[in-house]
C-alpha cells in the first residue's frame, strides 16, 4: 500500500500562483511514477502532470503546459506541482496518484490517491 497525504491547495487571485504538494508513505517511493490530476465541480476527473520515477521525465495536459510544472524529490518522498499563470478553469480538487511503472496519463491506470486538495482560482 501507499498512502498519498496533498496539501497546499487555497484561494489564489487569477494570475497567481501556487504550489500544491503529495508526501508518500508505505513503499519504496522511487519505484511509483507521480500523476496529478484535477477535478471540477460537475466535470469527470483529468489528467494534469505526471513524472516518471527515476529519470524524471514529465508530462502535461496541453491546458497547463507552460504554466505548470511538475517536480519530485525521492529522498523526500515527495512530488510537486507549481502553477503558474493561475486560471479562473484551474479551479479544483487536485489529487496526486501513484502508479509502478511508466507514467500513464488515465486515471484508470493509477494503483493510488491521495484525498485531495482544493484550488479555487477568482477572477
Known amino acids: 500500500q501507499v498512502q498519498l497525504v496533498e496539501s497546499g491547495g487555497g484561494l489564489v487571485q487569477a494570475g497567481g500562483s501556487l504550489r500544491v504538494s503529495c508526501v508518500a508513505s508505505?513503499?519504496?517511493?522511487?519505484?511509483?511514477?507521480m500523476g496529478w490530476f484535477r477535478q471540477a465541480p460537475g466535470k469527470e476527473r483529468e489528467f494534469v502532470a505526471a513524472?516518471?520515477?527515476?529519470?524524471?521525465?514529465?508530462l502535461y495536459a496541453d491546458s497547463v503546459k507552460g504554466r505548470f510544472t511538475i517536480t519530485r524529490d525521492n529522498a523526500k518522498n515527495a512530488v510537486y506541482l507549481q502553477m503558474n499563470s493561475l486560471k479562473p478553469e484551474d479551479t479544483a480538487v487536485y489529487y496526486c496518484?501513484?502508479?509502478?511503472?511508466?507514467?500513464?496519463?488515465?486515471?484508470?491506470?493509477?494503483?493510488?490517491w491521495g484525498q485531495g486538495t482544493r484550488v479555487t482560482v477568482s477572477s
Open positions: 496518484a501513484a502508479r509502478r511503472g511508466a507514467s500513464k496519463i488515465r486515471p484508470e491506470e493509477y494503483d493510488y
Open positions: 508505505g513503499r519504496t517511493f522511487s519505484d511509483y511514477a
Open positions: 513524472i516518471s520515477r527515476r529519470d524524471f521525465g514529465t
